[in-house]
């Protein structure tokens, strides 16, 4: 991931249903790409990556 750079996830579709994510190091920053004014939610880099990796075990489409 580019650090410091929003980018929406690759599982977006076209309905407007997504979040981005900006990398910063030690800790990843979530938002709402159709509302990004509303609010950051920022976790540490390790959790953030132990959440992926757990999302990625239980999803159908990976």
Known sequence: ????????SS???SNGQCV??????VMVDVRDSKA????VL???AAAWS???DNLK??????
């Open 1 to 8: 991931m580019e650090r410091d750079a929003w980018r929406k």
């Open 11 to 13: 599982r977006s579709g």
């Open 20 to 25: 981005e994510v900006r990398d910063r190091g």
């Open 36 to 39: 990004p004014a509303t609010g």
């Open 42 to 44: 920022s976790f540490d």
């Open 50 to 52: 132990a959440f992926v």
């Open 57 to 62: 075990q239980r999803s159908p489409l990976s």
